[in-house]
T-cell receptor, first 112, second 115 residues
Framework: DAEITQSPRHKITETGRQVTLACHQTWNHNNMFWYRQDLGHGLRLIHYSYGVHDTNKGEVSDGYSVSRSNTEDLPLTLESAASSQTSVYFC???????????FGSGTRLTVV | AQKVTQAQTEISVVEKEDVTLDCVYETRDTTYYLFWYKQPPSGELVFLIRRNSFDEQNEISGRYSWNFQKSTSSFNFTITASQVVDSAVYFCALILMDSSYKLIFGSGTRLLVRP
């Protein structure tokens, strides 16, 4: 069965370190997204990609970057982790707008 | 700009009560989809329903029902005879049928169903 997986599920890192969160989907979806979830804010879009070598900034992209070298993967990198980036991160993919998104299980990141 | 508002931050009900979760959206586009997702305590996001902007028919699925009214830009979700397992955070979301695939979420409503 097709799926979308995120790793790790939980991570603790120190301020200033570079961190990469993985997202891998086997749906063959061109569209992939990264969201962060914080209390009182719902889910906010960080970065998104419409296909290989395409990346775009979302509403809260500062301090984050993504790259898309193949259809299946969209890793999210925190260049220099800050305590404000402590959050739950969700990856999602989509074939078409009317299908909505398929979400991964989330990564809980704590920056200490 | 597009926006989704879920004014109810948290709702607490006793089991078997009916409860309605409100969702109000803003967009100037005429073609869009609305969604509801459930996030149980385990954390995953579970798709519940999608509705396109041209279909204002209400929908019922078991104890769940959805009322879509374009005149008031609302897409409310009602749980009839609530159960403890309904305890979760519920998100309403909007996506436009343009070249953007971005799903815009409300801030969520936390529902607590007490036994």
């Amino acid at each position: 069965d097709a799926e979308i997986t995120q790793s790790p599920r939980h991570k603790i890192t120190e301020t200033g370190r570079q961190v990469t969160l993985a997202c891998h989907q086997t749906w063959n979806h061109n569209n992939m997204f990264w969201y962060r979830q914080d209390l009182g804010h719902g889910l906010r879009l960080i970065h998104y990609s419409y296909g290989v070598h395409d990346t775009n900034k979302g509403e809260v992209s500062d301090g984050y970057s993504v790259s898309r070298s193949n259809t299946e993967d969209l890793p999210l990198t925190l260049e220099s982790a800050a305590s404000s980036q402590t959050s739950v991160y969700f990856c999602a993919s989509s074939k078409r707008q009317d299908y909505g998104y398929t979400f991964g299980s989330g990564t809980r990141l704590t920056v200490v | 700009a597009q926006k989704v508002t879920q004014a109810q931050t948290e709702i607490s009900v006793v089991e078997k009560e009916d409860v309605t979760l409100d969702c109000v959206y803003e967009t100037r586009d005429t073609t869009y989809y609305l969604f509801w997702y459930k996030q149980p305590p385990s954390g995953e996001l579970v798709f519940l329903i999608r509705r396109n902007s041209f279909d204002e028919q209400n929908e019922i699925s078991g104890r769940y029902s959805w009322n879509f009214q374009k005149s008031t830009s609302s897409f409310n979700f009602t749980i009839t005879a609530s159960q403890v397992v309904d305890s979760a955070v519920y998100f309403c979301a909007l996506i436009l049928m343009d070249s953007s695939y971005k799903l815009i979420f409300g801030s969520g409503t936390r529902l607590l169903v007490r036994p």
